[in-house]
């Protein structure tokens, strides 16, 4: 017992591997060694470290995205309503659990992303195994959104068969849910570790079973959309358990040292934690989702869903790229915070930001020169055609918003701002950006162009820009080397051992 408060009394080592000077708590580093370098070299230093992150990131995250079209692109092969039905309860039902969980999750990138900086190593292990406590309770309450699929469907208008077969769905759905649990956790505990590769490598070898398990139960096995489903699910539970082996089996091992009771001590200082950034995240989730299903009461709703269905797959698959700078931004934010290097954690902030905002120029050039191109990849129906012609310049636009906004998430992720990020959510997104939506896209019938901006992608004028622009106001104004004493403090807090009862 006398090593563990020798160890937690210690004072923290520095972020970087390579130095071995200890600081008093009182001198938390101010201008470090990589401050008296050239600006061309740190630009250089903290690009590589970005980049190991991002890279392999963007590859996961295309995979698991990539996953999701194939299981409804087999579902669109047996019909329509099959179709319209998996649809539904992946986007509604699903991701209404799914960005709850993920925003959960996100505690950890926090908490795991700062302990690894200040080298308290045998914490994050704790760390994920509380919060998979904590999101497993937070599924078992979800499970009725599943089992009440059909009448909640019904009840938002969908049509009877659609809402049947949806319901039917979400039942099979109901294993993929608990995924989420235990998959978003040990991805977020190997990221703060900077072990993206082999989530990289993971994702890729899944998602090839997948295309052969869903091509087996659809076709050969004959079992329809449940196939499908049930395809989905197995899928997300081999990325599942080839993460975690990967981190059992000696991958890990100076952060996983086994189950320890030690994670059922501080649940509800967790829990707190892990519910402010569920809020953060599923206000912007949840906004987008009942935006979405504002356009069914639009003039000419069918051409305005389908110009809309091919802008958001072209976003979506570029949104792969910001939510892979808002995970490694988080997590170079918070290991820099965490070693009590302020300075350092303002700088991977702006490096982040600058080459988000370059890509998504980019894409935006890309877009516009070849949007034709882009549309004939979906469909060759000329009124959708020219329908989403008429908003690309919106979708420019939203891609621009993609780039700074994610990353500038990933900043508060970091830092542990999700409360009071949850706050500007609510507000940014339900004060101003639904009546907004509903003002202009439905009683004034502005049409497709005001539909797009005010849905897709959480994107919107009045929502996401107004969101972003004081996210940034914020990291701008920010005292990082309180925030850096913040956090040493923080981890601190969090890594001293439960008491010991006395009998």
Same mark, same amino acid.
């Given at each position: 017992m006398g090593s563990v408060i020798d160890e937690n009394r210690q004072p923290l080592l520095l972020a970087e591997v390579t130095s071995a000077n200890w600081l008093p708590e009182n001198k938390i580093e101010r201008r470090g060694d990589e401050d008296d370098k050239d600006m061309k070299t740190r630009v250089w230093i903290e690009t590589k470290k970005l980049w190991h992150i991002v890279g392999p990131t963007i590859f996961s995250r /295309?995979?698991? =995205?990539t996953m999701n079209i194939i299981t409804q692109g087999f579902a669109g092969h047996i019909g329509e309503v099959e179709l319209a039905a998996i649809t539904i309860s992946n986007t509604v039902i699903v991701g209404f659990s799914f960005g709850l969980i993920l925003g959960m999750a996100s505690a950890l990138e926090t908490l795991c992303g700062q302990a690894y900086g200040a080298k308290k190593h045998h914490m994050l292990g704790i760390y994920m195994q509380r919060s998979w +406590? $904590? +999101?497993?309770l937070c599924c078992i309450l979800l499970l009725p959104l599943y089992i009440f699929a059909t009448p909640i469907l019904k009840a938002l208008g969908q049509p009877d068969d659609v809402a049947e077969l949806s319901g039917l769905v979400a039942l099979w759905f109901i294993p993929l849910q608990f995924s989420f649990a235990f998959q978003f956790t040990i991805q977020r505990f190997l990221q703060s570790q900077l072990k993206t590769a082999v989530i990289a490598w993971i994702s890729l070898a899944v998602l090839a079973i997948h295309t052969a398990i869903s091509w087996l139960f659809v076709y050969k096995l004959n079992l329809g959309i449940?196939?499908? %489903?049930?395809?989905?699910? *197995? @899928?997300?539970?081999?990325l599942t358990i080839g993460m975690f082996m990967y981190a059992a089996c000696g991958g890990c091992a100076e952060t996983w040292s086994g189950f320890s009771m030690q994670a059922f001590s501080g649940l509800w200082e967790f829990f707190r934690l892990s519910a402010a950034a569920g809020v953060m995240l599923c206000l912007e989730n949840w906004y987008y989702r009942i935006l979405i299903l504002m356009t069914g009461y639009l003039h000419n709703a069918t051409l305005t869903l389908n110009a809309l269905s091919i802008c958001m797959n072209i976003n979506g698959w570029e949104m792969m790229i910001? /939510?892979?700078?808002?995970?490694?931004?988080? $997590?170079?934010? %918070?290991n820099e915070l965490g070693a009590g290097r302020g300075n350092a954690a303002k700088f991977a902030a702006a490096i982040s930001v600058i080459y988000?905002? *370059? +890509?998504?120029l980019v894409f935006c050039v890309l877009i516009m020169i070849y949007q034709q191109k882009f549309t004939l990849f979906f469909s060759?129906?000329?009124? $959708? /055609?020219?329908a989403v012609n008429k908003i690309s310049y919106l979708l420019t636009f939203t891609i621009l918003l993609n780039s700074v906004q994610p990353v500038l998430s990933g900043v508060a992720v970091g830092s542990g701002w999700q409360s009071k990020v949850a706050y500007i959510n609510l507000g940014c997104y339900y004060i101003v950006g639904v009546p907004l939506g509903i003002l202009m896209g439905v009683v004034l019938h502005t049409?497709?162009?005001?539909?797009? @901006?005010?849905? $897709?992608?959480?994107?919107?004028?009045?929502?996401? %820009?107004?969101?972003? *622009?004081?996210?940034?106001? *914020?990291? =701008?104004?920010?005292d990082w080397e309180k925030e850096a004493r913040k956090a040493t403090t923080q981890v601190e807090k969090w890594s001293k051992p439960p008491p010991?009862?006395?009998s």
């Open positions: /295309l995979g698991t =995205y +406590i $904590v +999101i497993t449940v196939g499908a %489903a049930v395809a989905l699910d *197995i @899928s997300w539970w081999l910001p /939510l892979a700078f808002f995970a490694a931004t988080g $997590v170079r934010v %918070a988000s905002t *370059i +890509i998504g060759s129906n000329f009124d $959708v /055609l020219k049409g497709l162009e005001i539909c797009w @901006s005010r849905v $897709v992608r959480r994107n919107d004028f009045g929502g996401t %820009a107004l969101q972003t *622009i004081l996210l940034a106001f *914020i990291t =701008y104004r920010c010991v009862s006395q």
